[in-house]
């Protein structure tokens, strides 16, 4: 329609876009966007920032709530923060938000637990109802915080008339097909579960994405250090040259994230700098990308869909990657080691 209002995935819960609706003209109007988070929640929000600047030309930062808690920010009554998290009792991102508060900034919450501490500190927000976490580390927390963040993004930009109609119902469309499209991809993952058996012991893995999935490649490094205990890395391929290359052997793992973009070509540049010095390339494809899997070792094929969405499906596999190489450790991938699901202290 043409407020915010909306509702979508009706097959994995509802995403309430009410608070939203009752808070447009605020973000409608925002000098800039601050999204605060931790972990798995700060890539989501480094994810909308690709989006927001992308389709609804609102300025964005991000920043991890655990340092801006700490800084002494710069924040105006124009500026709208956005603060995610799945449990809602995040301790870094509660204080993050008062301080924000403090400084007449409007704050917009998403997160997954209703009536939690920080569903009740901000001013108005969004609900993921992703259903429960039953393990520690962020799962689909992660898919439905970055559908949510989607949803605003073009709801905002179609009321700034800064999408065809045409495309906004394609974009509407495509977001409706995502969840059909990650039901297919759960339930094939013999891939996943091969590749983890040959890298289930390695020491290192390195995790490369650009755009859109430098964060997934940030949230697939994290979910392998999480639940699998093996030191891991992701970086924006762009920066490899700028250091990480050191790094590269025929002993390193190179999970490249691949899906066909605007910076595909790039991404194949990448890929050959690493085989040039032996590494193994683990790459996310779309399905038939045949270019790549020539060079690759081994190839995931992730389903097509529009360049804005791709991190709610390349995402799936790096999770069942984690996840096969954590059992195979004999780790308890539900309950990691060191790791609490509400970092309350
Ligand atoms: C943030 C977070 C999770 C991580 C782990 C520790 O939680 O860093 O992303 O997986 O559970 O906490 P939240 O604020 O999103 O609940």
Known sequence: GDTLRGRLLPEQGLIQMDGVYQFQEKLLNAQRIIIIGCGTSWHAGLVAEYIFEELARIPVEVEYASEFRYRNPVITER??????????????????????????????????????????????????????????????????????????????????????????????????????????????????????????????????????????????????????????EGYPAAEMKHGPIALIDENMPVVVIAPKSGQYDKIVSNIQEVKAREGKVIAIVNDGDSEIAKM???????????????????????????YHIAVMRGCNVDQPRNLAKSVTV
């Open 79 to 232: 500026d709208v923060v956005i603060a995610i998290s799945q449990s809602g009792e995040t301790a870094d991102t509660l204080a993050a938000i008062k301080l924000a508060k403090e400084r007449g900034a409007t704050i917009f919450g998403i997160c997954n637990v209703v009536g939690s501490s920080i569903a009740r500190e901000t001013h108005a927000g969004a609900y993921t109802h992703a259903g429960p976490e039953i393990g520690v580390a962020s799962t689909k927390a992660f898919t439905a915080q970055v559908a949510v963040l989607n949803l605003i993004a073009i709801k905002l930009a179609h009321k700034k008339g800064l999408l065809k109609e045409s495309y906004y119902h394609r974009l509407l469309n495509e977001l409706n097909e995502i969840p059909r499209k990650i039901e297919d991809m759960l339930k094939s993952d013999a891939q996943s579960r091969y590749i983890a058996e040959l890298y289930k012991d390695a020491p290192n893995f390195l995790y490369l994405g650009r755009g859109y999935n430098f964060p997934v490649a940030l949230e697939g490094a994290l979910k392998l250090k999480e639940i699998s205990y093996i030191h891991a």
């Open 296 to 322: 690759a070792d081994h190839v995931i094929e992730v389903k097509d869909t529009m360049e804005v969405f791709s991190p709610l499906l390349t995402t799936i596999p790096l999770q069942l990657l984690s």
